[in-house]
């Protein structure tokens, strides 16, 4: 067995995008539907590390590492929602036909819709992860505008001085240990934080866009898992998110679960009720 295939996640393999880039993913296990996961913002592969090992036992998963992050190259272009989807486009189209089902943590959840709705034929259905969601109205607040504009050129310096990692790390310390060796090593370079901006640069203007163009599902199934935590750091904003993930599922048509014991990272606190959603859309 090599070491690769003896990871977590499984083999280390590279795709590339029609402008020569390369992007990393992992696969393992075998069987149709082909299970993608996607991240949330300034994250890598290495958050799926309690979810993706129960799934593979069933059916092929994949996980990768978006332009900048982890081993994927990064991206002269700005990060933008469009083109961060079409990444994850042409990633399905070199993994084969399908069909797939898309799993997005947090600012994933705007990813893969907007990834499904360019091709729905070969989709067979979304699990979103505490997913960014346009109908919260906190985020358009000129505070959180002000916030996540002084926040970007931050990033690279708390990555240089050690602090990003330290601010970062400790919740994705649950998972198995090859995964957290990834994590550690791979999601608080400079590279990483500077990545992290970028998407951050246009996160407001590609949400409140999502608004007046929202991604055209068709039927689709789709289920929102949203975090029910609200003590500590997230309960200002937390009722607000739940209330937007109600919103979001009416206006699908979609399937709503609760995650009672999680704030936003139910991926580190709650991953068996991700598992139970994934396992129910391939049944």
């Given at each position: 067995?090599?070491?690769?295939s003896?990871h977590?996640?499984?083999?280390?393999?590279?795709?590339?995008t029609?402008d020569?880039?390369k992007l990393?993913?992992?696969?393992?296990g075998?069987g149709?539907?082909t299970?993608?996961?996607?991240s949330g913002?300034?994250a890598s592969?290495s958050?799926w590390?309690?979810?993706?090992p129960?799934?593979?036992?069933?059916?092929?998963?994949?996980v990768y590492?978006?332009?900048?992050?982890?081993?994927s190259?990064?991206d002269?272009?700005?990060r933008?929602?469009?083109r961060?989807a079409?990444?994850?486009g042409?990633l399905?189209t070199a993994l084969g036909p399908?069909?797939?089902?898309l799993v997005g943590h947090?600012?994933?959840?705007?990813?893969?819709?907007?990834?499904?709705?360019a091709?729905r034929?070969r989709?067979?259905?979304?699990?979103?992860?505490?997913?960014?969601?346009?109908?919260c109205?906190m985020y358009f607040?000129?505070?959180?505008r002000v916030?996540?504009?002084?926040?970007r050129?931050?990033?690279p310096?708390?990555a240089?001085?050690g602090?990003y990692r330290?601010?970062?790390?400790?919740?994705?310390?649950?998972?198995?240990?090859?995964?957290v060796?990834?994590?550690q090593a791979e999601?608080?370079?400079?590279?990483?934080a500077?990545?992290?901006?970028?998407e951050?640069?246009?996160f407001?203007?590609?949400?409140?866009?999502?608004?007046?163009e929202?991604?055209d599902l068709?039927?689709?199934?789709?289920?929102i898992?949203s975090g029910?935590?609200?003590?500590?750091p997230?309960?200002k904003?937390r009722?607000?998110?739940?209330?937007?993930?109600?919103q979001?599922?009416?206006a699908?048509g979609?399937?709503l679960?609760?995650?009672?014991?999680?704030?936003?990272?139910?991926?580190?606190d709650?991953?068996?009720l991700?598992?139970?959603?994934?396992?129910r859309?391939?049944?």
């Amino acid at each position: 067995m090599t070491e690769e295939s003896s990871h977590t996640y499984g083999i280390s393999k590279f795709a590339s995008t029609s402008d020569g880039r390369k992007l990393h993913y992992m696969v393992k296990g075998s069987g149709e539907p082909t299970v993608v996961f996607e991240s949330g913002m300034g994250a890598s592969r290495s958050n799926w590390g309690l979810v993706q090992p129960a799934i593979a036992e069933r059916v092929r998963t994949v996980v990768y590492d978006r332009a900048g992050f982890g081993k994927s190259d990064p991206d002269p272009a700005p990060r933008t929602l469009a083109r961060i989807a079409a990444d994850l486009g042409e990633l399905l189209t070199a993994l084969g036909p399908g069909p797939f089902i898309l799993v997005g943590h947090s600012w994933g959840g705007p990813i893969v819709r907007t990834a499904a709705a360019a091709d729905r034929s070969r989709i067979q259905g979304l699990v979103l992860v505490d997913p960014s969601d346009e109908h919260c109205d906190m985020y358009f607040n000129r505070s959180t505008r002000v916030y996540f504009r002084m926040s970007r050129p931050l990033y690279p310096l708390l990555a240089r001085t050690g602090l990003y990692r330290k601010m970062g790390s400790g919740p994705g310390n649950v998972q198995p240990a090859d995964v957290v060796a990834d994590h550690q090593a791979e999601d608080f370079t400079v590279q990483a934080a500077r990545t992290a901006a970028a998407e951050l640069t246009t996160f407001i203007n590609d949400l409140e866009r999502l608004r007046t163009e929202r991604p055209d599902l068709g039927s689709l199934p789709l289920t929102i898992i949203s975090g029910g935590l609200t003590t500590g750091p997230e309960r200002k904003i937390r009722p607000a998110v739940m209330a937007a993930h109600q919103q979001s599922v009416a206006a699908y048509g979609g399937r709503l679960v609760e995650a009672p014991q999680s704030g936003h990272m139910v991926n580190f606190d709650e991953p068996e009720l991700i598992v139970e959603e994934i396992i129910r859309m391939l049944e």
